[in-house]
């Protein structure tokens, strides 16, 4: 995903943060970090990784977007402002917070680093876009075995390689493919036994 300072150097991001009255914010993990937010703002991690859950009304929980350094996010970026989403650090993580109405005005976009960064920012929503589309192929495969090829495929073809290795544990790889856990496992060691996939622990190396 893009760095929302690409090609800014860090004396402008200094200020950029400060005119848009920027504040940082560092969290433990296991820290649930959805309400402490206003309705409308850009989300910045320094370092650490969260992840947003979406948990409906008869309590099943999926992993809709994980969140790593340099990673953006939003309440309107990444569904924020749904009640069922929440936004938990699953390690120590620190954030930036911007106010998303400071953002756009005359005054901000005589300058050329504030161009490049509403540039950056519209590339994330972007990416945003592509990667819910991404989520929409998986969710809409009828079997746990095709949920799971379509994904491994993303991967790789994200990385250029047929070797992948997983950010998720398998728990959490179930959460986010929306599936049984048990029955996810078995449909690996059937891929495996079949001759799809090599596993490694969290190393899989692709064979069709």
């Not at 940082?24 to 970090?33: I, Q, V």
């Not at 990784?49 to 977007?65: A, F, L, P, V």
């Not at 924020?80 to 930036?96: G, H, M, P, R, Y």
Request: hydrophobic fraction near 35%; aromatic fraction near 12%.
């Amino acid at each position: 995903m893009t760095d929302l300072f690409r090609n800014i150097t860090d004396k402008n991001k200094e200020k950029i943060l400060y005119t848009l009255e920027a504040h940082s914010l560092t969290f433990t993990r296991n820290t649930y970090l959805t309400d402490l937010f206003n309705d409308e703002f850009i989300g910045f991690i320094e370092y650490g990784y969260m992840q947003i859950i979406r948990t409906d009304y008869n309590g099943n929980s999926t992993i809709i977007e994980e969140l790593k350094e340099n990673d953006s996010f939003g309440s309107s970026l990444s569904s924020l402002n749904n009640s069922e989403f929440d936004l938990i650090a699953k390690e120590e993580t620190k954030i930036i917070i911007i106010d998303f109405e400071r953002i756009i005005t005359e005054e901000n976009t005589k300058n050329s680093y504030f161009n490049q960064f509403i540039k950056n920012l519209l590339e994330i929503a972007t990416d945003k876009i592509n990667e819910k589309n991404e989520r929409i192929n998986i969710l809409t495969k009828k079997s746990i075995r095709d949920k799971l090829l379509e994904y491994f495929q993303i991967i790789s073809s994200k990385n250029g390689s047929k070797i992948i290795y997983l950010t998720l544990n398998y728990t959490e790889l179930a959460l986010y493919l929306a599936v049984d856990r048990s029955a996810m496992m078995r449909e690996i060691k059937y891929l495996k036994e079949e001759g799809f996939i090599k596993t490694n622990k969290h190393k899989i190396t692709l064979l069709y």
